[in-house]
């Protein structure tokens, strides 16, 4: 038996008390050799203070202080290769020297795939490392009491059971499972998502699994190493709302200004090698380091005026040396930061029709093209046919939920992925170049950024050129003769950012560019990007990114693939809340994930509701009557939630004939009526309301609780009632599907005319069409009223 590190506990005595606690996690036994004494201390205070870059002996941080109050929440601020993971790894490893050793520290990063992945749920509750090691003394004390002899000291391990059980009664042990799986279920994953490996999630997906372990653990101090990487618009304001409500310390390395405007109350800043802090919110923040740094550049200016020839024995000298070490340091940042990421002009293309000009010239043209990773599982990314033009001059972002086909789109694009159907037409010789979300699962991390810059671009001959160039993203002294794998993620962004800047392509794609980077790199960034002249694909959570740098906006979610001229209306297609909250509705912060899921979720629902419609399928064909097999699968939240009404046919035959009766159409108004119509992805029937008449054989339907739209054959469409429904809102055929249908054979319209005279006539001809024995009439020619 041995608990996460791997520490045995064969030589335990478990009648020892002192001997069961010592195989406890550091942070326990302390808190518990402290538990006598009074107001114990939770604030961090070490000085002087040194780090040194991991396998070097160069400081990163000398005769520093290290000071984290109680309770605060803290935004670390550094640049690139300045020492924020660094700091982060060594609080989390328990490597600085005098740090209380009480603290129970966590460090949050996003998960990394692995051999033995775990499914998601055990990955949470079993991030827990103190209940996984209380969990195992209980079975052992346990195994020994049941099996004690007259000679086992059994009150003593009686009373260390009991001792143990106290331990996880404290951290609620025995609610593990459903604390964790109500937080799941909040950011997204039902019962089938809870099941999965983390290997088959997305990197957006593997993220929010990594901070509701966070969350479940309560550490006394968070370190959240950017933690928005990959989140979508929803889970990052759920991040956002549950960072408020943190009750102990956390530390952020953060990106998004949004965020760190919202909930960080003080700054860390890691410069020349100090720490310094800053009492107050991160905008107050950014003004006054602005203020300050160009105060604090115009006295050394003066100073060194004043003393340009001094004696190199004078006392002065040494401060003079320091003082213009950091304006040259200073003066090159500024110079960096200016002209970081900058591109060169593309080569000019040549197009075979001289009537369209040279902005006009299509790139990539993608014709009706479907696609799905495993055809027999019946998941599809693209099941309808998408079509779109990529031209010299287009310059669109791409929003979506996680997993909802986003990077598969790009991966499309740069042939990565071939089609399962449909074409991908590309210009003979125009040059594409990718930043990939997960850029270092490309790079050789064994190499350095010199010898990898190398490799990608055998015929310069000249090496200085590409040591130049990594100078032009941040990769400079011996930055650039350092393995990779001892860089920062910031840094191996930028060796990223170097290969695709070097030649300048004529599209270039790149998918979630802000991870890892700095804010003032990320400033530099839209700058360079502003100047780019050739076609961009952007795919980014970071709105004010997309504002700057897009003209067109794409909007990727199941079952759609839209294209929009403003940021605001695709915000709108894309997420579900944005419509709610524009509506004047509250929407709750914890509901924003699950209701608008990632594409693996709501295929994960539909995959398990078309299992049991086999099944069901299968037992009534053997005559089998009961009808428990085909109850509806748990979904992401109830207004999501399709529910299948399938009647047994021997058991309900009258029933089924006067509500499912296929291909006779009811006479009065078809809007608004509800129904069961086909999901173009799995092919199954699922509960819809009609919104709009097309023509004599088709209509539009809502999917009841989902939000998407359809166009299915009339002919298919089976209608649940036969009263005719007046027109209204999806919202309210929605609340009224969930409520059980209407009152009473009524229906209840709240439009703004004509509410009480519709009320009654669609009771009246219901009534009328109950006492006709359920016989429906076919509509011809009509229209009905639309709902848009």
């Known amino acids: 038996m041995s608990d996460k590190k791997g520490a045995t506990f064969d030589k335990v ?60 929440r803290y935004c670390l601020l550094g640049d690139a290769g300045s020492g924020k993971s660094t700091l982060f790894e060594e609080l989390a490893r328990g490597q600085i020297k005098n740090f209380p050793k009480h603290l129970h520290v966590h460090h949050c990063k996003e998960l990394e795939l692995s051999d033995s992945a775990k499914s998601v749920i055990e990955t949470v509750v079993q991030s827990h490392e103190f209940r996984n090691i209380l969990i195992a003394c209980e ?31 404290r951290i609620n042990a025995a609610t593990a499972y459903e604390r964790a799986s109500k937080m799941l279920r909040v950011l997204g994953f039902d019962e089938e998502g809870q099941k999965k490996s983390t290997n088959a999630l997305s990197g957006g997906l593997r993220m929010r699994v990594a901070l509701c372990a966070a969350f479940f653990i309560e ?44 909930v960080c109350g ?26 300050i740094q160009k105060q604090k550049a115009d ?56 009537s369209i000009s040279p902005l006009d010239i299509p790139l990539v043209a993608v014709k009706d093209v479907t696609f799905t990773y495993k055809e027999e599982t019946g998941i599809w990314i693209f099941k309808d046919p998408i079509n779109i033009t990529v031209k010299a001059n287009t310059r669109m972002g ?24 449909g074409d991908i037409i590309r210009h003979p010789i125009a040059t594409v170049a990718y930043f990939a979300q997960h850029h270092v699962q490309d790079l050789d991390l064994t190499l350095t950024p010199m010898e990898y810059m190398i490799t990608q671009f055998p015929e310069v001959k000249k090496s200085g050129l590409l040591r130049s160039h990594l100078a032009k993203v941040g990769i400079i002294g011996d930055k650039g003769d350092s393995r990779m794998q001892n860089l920062s993620a910031g840094l191996r962004s930028c060796v990223c950012f170097a290969k695709i800047t070097y030649i300048c392509p004529h599209l270039l794609i790149m998918d979630e560019p802000t991870n890892f980077l700095d804010l003032e790199s ?112 748990s979904s992401i939240t109830s207004q999501q939630s399709f529910v299948i009404k399938k009647i047994d046919d021997k058991e309900n035959k ?84 969930s409520h059980g249908g209407s009152h009473g054979g009524q229906s209840h319209n709240h439009s703004s005319y004509g509410q009480k005279h519709q009320s009654r006539q669609g009771g009246q001809r219901q009534q009328r069409q109950s006492r006709q024995g359920g016989q429906g009439y076919r509509a011809k020619g009509r229209t009905g009223s639309e709902i848009q």
């Open 654 to 737: 009258e029933n089924k004939e006067k509500k499912e009766e296929k291909g006779k159409i009811p006479d009065g108004n078809l809007v608004g009526r509800k129904c069961t119509a086909i999901w173009t992805a799995d092919g199954g029937k699922y509960s819809a309301v009609i919104l709009k008449v097309i023509s004599d054989e088709e209509v539009q339907v809502s999917f009841t609780g989902y939000n998407e739209t359809a166009v299915v054959k009339l002919k298919d469409v089976v209608f649940k009632e036969r009263a005719s429904a007046p027109a209204k809102a999806v919202s309210q055929a929605n609340r009224r599907e």
């Open 219 to 262: 550490a006394d101090l968070l370190l959240l190493d950017e933690p928005t990487n990959h989140l979508d618009f929803p889970s990052v304001l759920w991040l956002e709302n549950r960072l408020r409500s943190y009750k102990s310390s956390f530390i952020m390395v953060c990106h998004d200004r949004h965020m760190l405007q919202n």
């Open 299 to 354: 006295d050394i200016e003066k100073f060194l005026m004043k003393y340009r020839t001094i004696d190199y024995s004078s006392p002065l000298a040494k401060e003079k040396a320091e003082k213009k070490a950091w304006m040259e340091t200073w003066h090159a940042r500024q110079v960096l930061l200016a002209g970081k990421f900058t591109f060169p002009d593309p080569e000019p293309l040549k197009y075979d029709d001289p």
């Open 139 to 169: 079975d052992k004390l346990k195994s020994l009491v049941s099996t004690s002899t007259p000679s086992s000291p059994i009150e003593d391990l009686k009373s260390n059971l009991q001792f143990v059980q106290m331990y996880m009664t």
């Open 398 to 421: 791409v929003m979506g939920p996680n997993g909802a086909g986003k990077s598969t789109f790009l991966k499309l694009l740069t042939d990565k992925l071939k089609p399962t159907c």
């Open 13 to 72: 005595d478990w009648a020892n008390r002192d001997q069961i606690i010592m195989a406890w996690p550091t942070y326990v036994q302390e808190q518990i050799a402290l538990s006598r004494a009074k107001n114990i201390s939770k604030t961090i205070d070490i000085e002087p203070f040194h780090m040194r870059a991991p396998l070097s002996d160069r400081y990163l941080l000398k005769d520093s202080q290290l000071r984290l109050e109680a309770g605060k």
């Open 522 to 633: 990320i400033d530099s960034l839209i700058l360079a990007t502003n100047k780019y002249h050739g076609a961009l694909l952007l795919v980014s959570h970071n709105r004010l990114f997309l504002n700057k740098c897009a003209t067109q906006y794409l909007s990727i979610v199941p079952g759609r693939f839209e294209v929009f001229s403003d940021l605001k209306n695709c915000e709108r297609a894309t997420y579900q809340f944005i419509e709610e909250m524009e509506a004047g509705k509250k929407v709750g912060v914890q509901g924003l994930v699950a209701k608008n899921p990632s594409a693996d979720a709501l295929n994960s629902v539909r995959a398990e509701e078309k299992r049991k419609r086999v099944e069901a399928e299968k037992a009534m064909q053997e005559g089998v009557l009961s009808i428990s097999s085909i109850s509806s699968s």
């Open 266 to 291: 003080s700054v860390i800043l890691l410069e020349d090698q100090k720490i310094s802090y800053h009492n107050l919110g991160f905008s107050e923040y950014e003004k006054k380091r602005e203020k």
